[in-house]
Structure formats: structure tokens, C-alpha cells
């Protein structure tokens, strides 16, 4: 564990599979964060998902929605999901289709080392569903949601907020979806954009000042502390 470091990734480094755009980070945990920038009337189904991530088959996956809108069918029904909206699909027996009616964009965390699970599958929004907590007198707005084996929060940083955790065992993916922070992680010093992320080592001290920030927090195995509970 000592040899574990943190580490910067770039998200823009992408490839295109079956008219998706793809970026993709896989940490020290097995822990995977996946961005799909999908065009309009492409499809990204349960299929795909099988068979180019076969080490995630029977994985929990929550997918989680930051631009665009996308027509979801799932067993027997169709619903939209927009901005914030998220599914958690705990096991890979689900079948379903999402189609984008317009450009957009969609996150999907998971992790190979997460045991098999048994459940329904979860839809929420991170905004509407999930209750925020304020945890620095309004400078930290975090609304958590816990799954089985994964914990992702979704976080609103206010300019000029400062921050340092002591570190933790779990392996934290960190990454935003609008502006910027400058970050540090085990000494090393980067700025935070919606092109980049960290991957934080294990009971590395980080933290850093936010230039009003989005973004997201994935941890693997999921927070048991209070303030990461729904």
C-alpha cells in the first residue's frame, strides 16, 4: 500500500467505439470511471456494455447523466432522464437501451473488484432525490449516494473554498464536470478541470482551494462514515 501513489489522469485522451467518444481511467482499486460522449440517435445498451467491459459483467454500474437528455428503455418501460439523473443498476442481469436526443454525456462508475450483488435496480437524480448536506457553513454542498459496494457524491464547491482530508483507506476518484480547483494529493499539485480527474492513493492527505467547482467523488469500497450516508 506504501508504494501506491496518486495520480493525475486527463479525460480527454479519447477513442471512438461504435460512435461513442470514450474516455476511461481505471485506479489502483480496480475502482473505473468511464465517460461516454454520445452523439444524438446513438445507442449505448446493455449489449455494449457486456461485451466491451466483460470484466464488469455482474458488477454494479451506476451510470450517472451531465449533459443532454436520453431516451431510456428499460424492461418494459421508457422514461427520459436528463441532467443529474442517475441509475444504479446493482447486477448485470438488466437489460436496456439509452438513446440520446441530442449531443450528451454519461458517466459510468464501477469496479472489477466489486462482489457480485443482488437488487433492483435504483433511479434517482442527484439534485431532486438526494438530500444535500452542508458540510463547511454553506462553502461545501455534497449530496451522497451510497450503493452496495460504491459510494459517488456528487459535490458544489464555492470560489475560494479551502479544504484537507487526512487521508483514508478507500480508493477516491475525483473528477468535475464544471470549473476548476487547484488540488493536491500526497504533495503533488494540479489544476482540476472537467478534462481531468485524481486518483487518490490510500490514506493520502489531500485537498485543495476551489475556483468554484462541479464535479464528483467515486469511492471503492463505499464510505461507512455519516456524512457519506444518504
Same mark, same amino acid.
Given at each position: 500500500?506504501?508504494?501506491?501513489?496518486?495520480?493525475?489522469?486527463?479525460?480527454?485522451?479519447?477513442?471512438?467505439?461504435?460512435?461513442?467518444?470514450?474516455?476511461?481511467?481505471? #485506479?489502483?482499486?480496480?475502482?473505473?470511471?468511464? /465517460?461516454? &460522449? @454520445? !452523439?444524438?440517435?446513438?445507442?449505448?445498451?446493455?449489449?455494449? =456494455? +457486456?461485451?466491451?467491459?466483460?470484466?464488469?459483467?455482474?458488477?454494479?454500474?451506476?451510470?450517472?447523466?451531465?449533459?443532454?437528455?436520453?431516451?431510456?428503455?428499460?424492461?418494459?418501460?421508457?422514461?427520459?432522464?436528463?441532467?443529474?439523473?442517475?441509475?444504479?443498476?446493482?447486477?448485470?442481469?438488466?437489460?436496456?437501451?439509452?438513446?440520446?436526443?441530442?449531443?450528451?454525456?454519461?458517466?459510468?462508475?464501477?469496479?472489477?473488484?466489486?462482489?457480485?450483488?443482488? #437488487?433492483?435496480?435504483?433511479?434517482?437524480?442527484? /439534485?431532486? &432525490? @438526494? !438530500?444535500?448536506?452542508?458540510?463547511?457553513?454553506?462553502?461545501? =454542498? +455534497?449530496?451522497?449516494?451510497?450503493?452496495?459496494?460504491?459510494?459517488?457524491?456528487?459535490?458544489?464547491?464555492?470560489?475560494?473554498?479551502?479544504?484537507?482530508?487526512?487521508?483514508?483507506?478507500?480508493?477516491?476518484?475525483?473528477?468535475?464536470?464544471?470549473?476548476?480547483?487547484?488540488?493536491?494529493?500526497?504533495?503533488?499539485?494540479?489544476?482540476?478541470?472537467?478534462?481531468?480527474?485524481?486518483?487518490?492513493?490510500?490514506?493520502?492527505?489531500?485537498?485543495?482551494?476551489? #475556483?468554484?467547482?462541479?464535479?464528483?467523488?467515486?469511492?471503492?469500497?463505499?464510505?461507512?462514515?455519516?456524512?457519506?450516508?444518504?
Amino acid at each position: 500500500m506504501d508504494q501506491i501513489k496518486s495520480k493525475y489522469f486527463n479525460f480527454s485522451k479519447s477513442q471512438k467505439s461504435n460512435g461513442h467518444l470514450i474516455s476511461e481511467y481505471k #485506479g489502483w482499486n480496480s475502482l473505473l470511471v468511464t /465517460k461516454f &460522449d @454520445i !452523439k444524438k440517435g446513438k445507442i449505448l445498451d446493455s449489449n455494449y =456494455i +457486456s461485451s466491451h467491459y466483460p470484466e464488469l459483467n455482474n458488477k454494479q454500474k451506476i451510470f450517472v447523466i451531465t449533459k443532454g437528455v436520453f431516451q431510456m428503455k428499460y424492461e418494459a418501460s421508457e422514461s427520459l432522464l436528463g441532467e443529474y439523473d442517475a441509475v444504479d443498476f446493482v447486477n448485470g442481469s438488466q437489460t436496456y437501451e439509452m438513446k440520446p436526443l441530442e449531443d450528451s454525456i454519461i458517466f459510468m462508475i464501477s469496479a472489477i473488484n466489486l462482489t457480485s450483488q443482488s #437488487g433492483k435496480s435504483t433511479f434517482f437524480n442527484f /439534485k431532486k &432525490d @438526494i !438530500k444535500s448536506k452542508d458540510l463547511w457553513g454553506g462553502q461545501c =454542498i +455534497s449530496r451522497p449516494y451510497e450503493g452496495q459496494g460504491l459510494t459517488l457524491v456528487l459535490f458544489d464547491l464555492k470560489p475560494g473554498f479551502k479544504f484537507e482530508d487526512k487521508g483514508h483507506e478507500n480508493e477516491q476518484i475525483t473528477w468535475l464536470i464544471f470549473g476548476k480547483m487547484d488540488f493536491y494529493a500526497n504533495g503533488e499539485h494540479k489544476t482540476l478541470n472537467s478534462e481531468n480527474g485524481v486518483d487518490i492513493g490510500p490514506n493520502h492527505i489531500h485537498g485543495g482551494v476551489s #475556483g468554484g467547482a462541479m464535479g464528483f467523488d467515486a469511492f471503492f469500497p463505499k464510505r461507512q462514515e455519516i456524512k457519506y450516508k444518504k
